[in-house]
């Protein structure tokens, strides 16, 4: 298979060249930045003007690109991330409908972000969308892709949830604060947090584009086995032999600007549920060894 993927930069999208290399596909990278070549990649075209893109000549799409969630949320950010994703997506769906040979499947990134605040309730896929900044991208995000599906393209979107690897994501920061002992719950940690080991992510990915069979719409892109914040905490920070005893307050959480706090207080107990049935097996369903693998250590419970 001749694969593109925007994004290939990333984190997850490096992550994804690999798989893809291993699968024995083609990688094809779309990156803004001027270069003729990229580890990993077989070829690389330029994605600077997305509606101008040349997605021609491949057999799949997967669109990961888009500014980075974390950092401040200014106003400008916020613009940026649902800019970032939502027109590039539009563009991109523009262009395929141009092509006489557009790829057939386009797999386009999204997020947990997209349940909102739902407590314990269990969200699998035909759960409604909720509410907040990264609900509304979310929904933009995969309504823009769904817009494929009218030019006769399967199109699939990966609600991830958090990304855990051994080089970037989430748990680079997290590791910073709790190496220096600030790590802790946050707020009351009773808030569920999906979560999936960056191989699995890439795997995931890799499987909705193939058609064996086809998946279509949304698909969770979690681990099976979901926590909650304070469950995650200790994990993290026994692997790590650092304590967790100190708490984040909500309210401190609650005064980051734009309204942030929603990436680090909002509970979705996500259940993959079209991956479990279609017998995806995940490498790192569990935790813990997800966490050990990423960090490099031993998981104590090999
Ligand atoms: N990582 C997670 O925990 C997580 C969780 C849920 C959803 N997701 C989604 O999965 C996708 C991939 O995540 P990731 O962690 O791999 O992302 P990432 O490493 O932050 O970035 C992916 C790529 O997007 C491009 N990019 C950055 N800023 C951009 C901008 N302002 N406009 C256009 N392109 C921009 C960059 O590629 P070039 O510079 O080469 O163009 C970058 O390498 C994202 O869409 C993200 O929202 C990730």
Redesign the pocket.
């Known amino acids: 298979m001749r694969l593109g993927i925007?994004?290939?930069?990333?984190?997850?999208?490096r992550a994804l060249m690999k798989e893809a290399a291993k699968a024995g596909h083609q990688v094809v990278a779309f990156?803004?930045?001027p270069v003729d070549s990229l580890a990993g990649a077989n070829a690389v075209r330029n994605?600077s003007v997305p509606a101008a893109a040349d997605f021609s000549k491949l057999d799949a799409l997967v669109h990961?690109?888009?500014?980075?969630?974390a950092g401040l949320w200014t106003k400008r950010k916020k613009a940026?991330i649902g800019q970032?994703?939502v027109n590039?997506t539009r563009d991109i769906v523009t262009a395929l409908g141009k092509l006489p040979d557009s790829p057939p499947v386009l797999v386009c990134?999204?997020?947990?972000?997209f349940y909102g605040n739902r407590g314990d309730e269990i969200l699998d896929e035909d759960a409604d969308g909720g509410f907040g900044f990264l609900a509304e991208v979310c929904r933009e995000w995969e309504s823009a892709a769904r817009k494929a599906e009218k030019g006769g393209i399967r199109v699939v979107s990966c609600r991830?949830?958090?990304?855990l690897g051994p080089h970037?994501?989430?748990l680079a920061s997290l590791k910073k604060l709790f190496s220096m002992g600030l790590g802790g719950r946050l707020g009351k940690g009773t808030q569920w947090m999906p979560w999936i080991q960056v191989e699995d992510a890439a795997r995931l990915l890799l499987r909705a584009t193939s058609t064996a069979p086809p998946w279509r719409g949304p698909v969770n892109g979690v681990s099976p086995e979901a926590v909650q914040n304070i469950e995650f905490t200790r994990a993290l920070g026994d692997l790590m032999h650092r304590p967790t005893l100190l708490p984040v307050p909500a309210w401190l959480l609650k005064s980051l600007p734009g309204g942030m706090q929603e990436m680090l207080l909002f509970s979705q107990r996500v259940d993959p549920l079209v991956a479990r049935l279609g017998g995806f097996e995940w490498r790192y369903p569990n935790l813990v060894d997800a966490l050990a693998a990423s960090l490099g250590v031993t998981s104590p419970k090999s």
Do not use: I
């Not at 990134?109 to 972000?113: F, L, Q, R």
């Open positions: 925007t994004g290939a930069t990333g984190f997850v999208g990156t803004r930045r994605f990961l690109a888009g500014e980075p969630v940026l970032s994703r590039s990134a999204s997020g947990t972000g991830l949830g958090m990304v970037g994501g989430a």
